[in-house]
C-alpha cells in the first residue's frame, strides 16, 4: 500500500465526552471516547490532527474544548448544538483492571455533527484529510443521513489518494438490533483502507469463530489492509501472521487499550513502517496506556511516543 507522507493532515470522526473515573474514593471528571482517545494518541505522535465533533456552548462543553485544544488537537471542525451538551460516561474497573461503562449519552450534541448550518463547510474540509479515522460508534450515534454523509466524505478522501481507517468497535446498546449494525459496519468497511477489527467485536457481532476469518471477511468486503486485535494476545498482521505484544501485563485500567492501539499502528504506518513495526508501536502504546488510570492518560517521561 502507498502510504501518505509523515506531515499527513489528519481527520478523526466521532464523539468526545466527559469522563468520570475512580481515584481511590473520589471520582474524577476527564474526558474520552473511542475516537477521541486515537486523536490525542496521534496528535502526541506529532500529527497535525483535527477532530469532527460537535458539543454544546455550555461550560462544560467550552471546557472540553479549551482540554482538547491543550492535549494537542485542532478544534476548527468542532460544531456548536447550541440545544444539546456533550456526552457523559463513567468508567468502574474490576480488580483485574477490566472496565465498564454507564453512559449519558441520547442528547449529545455529537449526534448532530452532519446536521448543523457549518457541517456542509466541514464536511467539505474534511474530505481534503490525508487520513480519515472513524469508528462502528460514531456511525452508530448519527442518524441514518449522517452516516451516508460520512461515507461521502470517505470517498472524498480517497478521491485524491487520501486514505481512510475504519475501526469497527462494536457497542451493541447504541444499535437497535445486530442486523443494523453489521449493514454500517459493511458500508464502511467497503471505504477503509486501514481495517482495525477487535476479534472479540466481530464475535459477538456476526458470530465468527476464527480471527483469520475476520481478516477474511473484511478483504472480501474491500478494505485494503486489516490488522485484527486480539487483546492481551496481540494482534494479526495484515498477512496473517500472529503478533503478540512484547509481555504479559497485570493491567491496571483498560480504557481506551484498542484505540492506543489504533494510534500506534496508524502513526507508525503513516511514518513509513512496516505492518510488523506498526503492530508493534501498537502494542507499546497499548501497554503504556493500560497500566495508568483513564482512558487517555496523563503523558510521562515513559510515554512511547517519540520511539
Avoid at 204 to 222: E, F, K, S
Amino acid at each position: 500500500m502507498e502510504l501518505v507522507s509523515t506531515a499527513a493532515k489528519v481527520v478523526v470522526v466521532g464523539e468526545g465526552m466527559l469522563e468520570l473515573s475512580r481515584r481511590g474514593a473520589e471520582w474524577t471528571l476527564g474526558y474520552g471516547g473511542d475516537t477521541l482517545n486515537t486523536a490525542v494518541h496521534l496528535a502526541r505522535y506529532g500529527f497535525d490532527t483535527e477532530y469532527f465533533s460537535a458539543l454544546g456552548n455550555d461550560p462544560f462543553s467550552v471546557q472540553l474544548r479549551a482540554d482538547w485544544q491543550q492535549a494537542g488537537l485542532g478544534t476548527n471542525f468542532v460544531l456548536t448544538d447550541p440545544t444539546r451538551q456533550a456526552g457523559l460516561y463513567a468508567i468502574t474497573t474490576d480488580p483485574a483492571g477490566e472496565r465498564s461503562f454507564t453512559y449519558w449519552r441520547a442528547d449529545s450534541a455529537a449526534r448532530q455533527m452532519f446536521s448543523l448550518p457549518e457541517s456542509p463547510h466541514v464536511e467539505a474540509m474534511a474530505g481534503a484529510a490525508d487520513l480519515l479515522v472513524f469508528s462502528l460508534v460514531t456511525l452508530a450515534i448519527l442518524p441514518p443521513e449522517g452516516r451516508e454523509r460520512l461515507l461521502a466524505v470517505c470517498r472524498a478522501v480517497r478521491s485524491h489518494g487520501g486514505k481512510v481507517a475504519f475501526d469497527g468497535n462494536y457497542r451493541p446498546r447504541l444499535w437497535a438490533n445486530r442486523k443494523q449494525a453489521g449493514g454500517a459496519r459493511d458500508a464502511a468497511i467497503s471505504c477503509a483502507d486501514f481495517g482495525l477489527p477487535t476479534f472479540e467485536d466481530e464475535a459477538m457481532l456476526c458470530g465468527t469463530t476464527n480471527p483469520a476469518r475476520v481478516a477474511d471477511d473484511w478483504y472480501a468486503l474491500g478494505c485494503k489492509e486489516v490488522i485484527v486485535k486480539l487483546g492481551s494476545e496481540g494482534c494479526l498482521l495484515p498477512d496473517g501472521r500472529a503478533h503478540p505484544p512484547a509481555m504479559k501485563l497485570a493491567p491496571k485500567d483498560t480504557s481506551g487499550a484498542g484505540d492506543a492501539f489504533n494510534a500506534g499502528y496508524l502513526a507508525a504506518r503513516l511514518s513509513g513502517a512496516s505492518p510488523e513495526a506498526a503492530a508493534q508501536a501498537g502494542h507499546k502504546l497499548a501497554a503504556w496506556t493500560v497500566m495508568r488510570s483513564g482512558a487517555i492518560p496523563q503523558r510521562d517521561s515513559d510515554a512511547p511516543y517519540s520511539s
